[in-house]
């Protein structure tokens, strides 16, 4: 009847009945049935309806799907039509993911994606994107149920670090000392036990190229001055300084992940009072504080200040010298960032909690001990508050009903991902599972799944938008109204909840996250105005507000800021991190940044920092803020400016469009906040 037909990419072939013959019969043994010849006869149905509508003219293979839905419909084939409808949506989408990989390779190919501030440019970089492009359209299509993938298309949630949901893990605190003590293989033989502190130091910084290697996300020391202290014990203070400035330089220049990247380092420390774990939280803030060859500003590693009472936090206390210095490295290099361990939440571990650079917190433990050695995040999916709110019109019970369900549906993804991750051998992650860096895994041999050991990780619900949503909900956000900051608490509070009834009723552990990506802010509010429109004070920026955050344009004076925020560092028990932003560096004025941890300590934060520009002049090397698109010094274009994004640093020219736009919001905390008064440190 028929002799040819035109497929969706233009070309014309060949018609063959047959295979509409074999599409419904597939579609009917979906559903239970058998009977091949009432495929025939139904096929010979769509002919007579082609020929009807079409005659002698060419159709396409769209226009041939169309007549056997309704051919199967109006012929009582009601769930057949079902199954072949879901078929042919199945199909399409793999089309698109296809021609969706096919652009974003093309885009790679020109200048690899900057939602990862710190992914190279290099052909190994593209070459790793391209793979991850390939990645996410293989785990959408293919093995994500389709309920979690359709959620993460449209924007609902957004399912973090796609590309690996089922190759790997997040993050962890790497056991340094057990590892150095031990000694470990990376691939190539053993690597014995380091004598000096060069050696040890040398073989911190291989250690973290190592697991960041088997991993997606950040690697971290939780205790480096208590790990390192072995190791330089006997050692003069030069030789400890020249380990640790070493490290710093490695930190900033050995690759990782196929070369596309330098290894993503935190470092925890601050609470040994030893000699020799003062003496190495000493060296490597004096390293740091130099920089890099010319004195620029390193990258890496992040260094995580732990302050605690008794210890470093007053005058008399033993490392009270090294807090000093610690906020004297904070004001001219915006690193270290600090942690404090006397919080509500941290107080019974002692000075044992860590975290990591993008503010990953991993303690409590309901398969095993509750330590932060050994373990860290398995996976997290952030929640689009905003969009909800939008949906709900202003009706708070509708709200709370709709982010009930958002709930359930990102707990059973994350169950879903973790019994993927579940299934993973130690051979396919030698050096984390294989050198025995999670805790269990040294019960495991190199063909066991892993399961036994990441139990002991967490699954972090995240979340982004709070003040977007609050404006949404009451038409103020937390900074603006007090009416809002309740609602905001309850919000989160009601997410903590029902975080914690998943825990009891998993038997995993379940964390709510504070979550960091500032890149997924921008790809929420995008889809949102798409179909929202651009409303005031919701969908006019091309970002959503960090986690809980105050917006940064908001002016707000730190101390009230602080006081704002701080109560939502108890509620996200998988991490949190608050900044006070500064015009320019603090250098000259240690007491000011004084004032802003006091304030912090007492708001009751787990973690906070300080954000100021820092720029330089690759010419010439000066340093300072330097507000024009040229050095006044020198005259040079070639000016790199650092600032803090997603809990890391980054060089500004690899931000994206939604940190550039909220970078260029951003407004100093201090003006109103600080005033210049003279703060009596201690």
Known sequence: ?????????????????????????????????????????????????????????????????????????????????????????????????????????????????????????????????????????????????????????????????????????TCIQIPLGELLENGFNNGHGYIRRPKRPASAAALAAIILQ????????????????????????????????????????????????????????????????????????????????????????????????????????????????????????????????FSFMDSSFNRQYGDLVSYMGCRTRVMANVRGPEIADKRGNLSFTSINLPRIALKSQGNIGKFFSELDKKLDLVISQLYHRFKVQSRLKVKDMPFLMGQHLYLDSETLGPDDIIERAIVHGTLSVGFIGLAEALVALVGHHHGESPEAQEL?????????????????????????????????SGRFVEKDRAVFGRIDGITDRDYYTNSFHVPVYFPISFYDKIMIEGPYHKLTNAGHIS????????????????????????????????????????????????????????????????????????????FNDGKIAELHDRLSHMKNGYRNRQAKIG
Request: glycine share 6%.
């Open 1 to 169: 009847m028929f002799s040819q037909i035109q497929k969706r990419d233009g070309r014309i072939v060949n018609f063959d009945a047959t295979k509409i013959t074999e599409a419904i019969f597939a579609a009917a043994k979906a559903v239970g049935g058998d009977d091949y010849e009432k495929a025939k006869s139904l096929t010979i149905m769509v002919l007579d309806v082609l020929q009807e509508q079409f005659g002698s003219r060419l159709f396409t293979v769209e226009d041939v799907q169309d007549v056997v839905e309704k051919v199967l419909i109006e012929q009582g084939h009601a769930r057949t039509a079902k199954a072949y409808i879901l078929y042919r949506d199945k199909r399409t989408r793999i089309r698109e993911g296809r021609s969706e990989l096919m652009d974003a390779v093309e885009d790679i190919l020109v200048e690899t994606s900057r939602e990862n501030a710190n992914i190279g440019n290099s052909p190994s970089a593209k070459m790793l994107q391209i793979a991850s492009a390939a990645s996410k359209q293989y785990y959408l299509n293919r093995l994500i149920p389709e309920e979690f993938s359709q959620a993460h298309r449209s924007g609902d949630i957004h399912i973090h670090d796609l590309d690996f949901y089922g190759k790997t893990l």
């Open 579 to 654: 900044y006070v932003e500064f015009d320019a560096p603090p250098q000259d004025n240690t007491a000011a940044v004084y004032e802003v941890l006091k304030h912090m300590k007492a708001a009751d934060m787990g973690y906070g920092g300080i954000n100021f520009p820092i720029d330089y002049c690759n010419t010439c090397a000066q340093s300072g803020v330097i507000s024009e698109d040229s050095c006044p010094f020198c005259g040079s274009t070639d000016i790199r400016r650092i600032r803090r994004i997603t809990g890391y640093f980054s060089t500004v020219d690899r």
């Open 210 to 337: 190592s697991s960041q290697n088997d991993m997606h996300g950040g690697q971290s020391f939780a205790a480096f001055d208590r790990d390192m202290e072995t190791f330089v014990r006997d050692a003069e203070e030069e030789e400890v300084y020249q380990a640790m400035e070493a490290l710093v330089y490695n930190l900033n220049s050995m690759h990782s992940r196929a070369g596309s990247q330098v290894p993503f380092s935190s470092i925890n420390l601050g609470t040994d009072i030893t000699e020799g774990g003062r003496r190495v939280t000493r060296n490597l803030l004096l390293a740091y504080e130099k920089g890099l060859g010319r004195g620029e500003n390193p990258i890496f590693p992040n260094i995580i200040f732990r302050i605690k009472e008794g210890v470093n936090w007053c005058p008399g206390d033993p490392n009270y010298d090294l807090f000093l210095l610690a906020m004297r490295v904070a004001a001219k290099r915006m690193n270290p960032t």
């Open 488 to 520: 905001g608490l309850e919000i989160v509070r009601f997410m903590r909840k029902k975080i914690d009834e998943a825990v009891s009723e998993r038997n995993l552990n379940y964390t709510l996250l504070a979550t960091p990506a500032e890149g997924l």
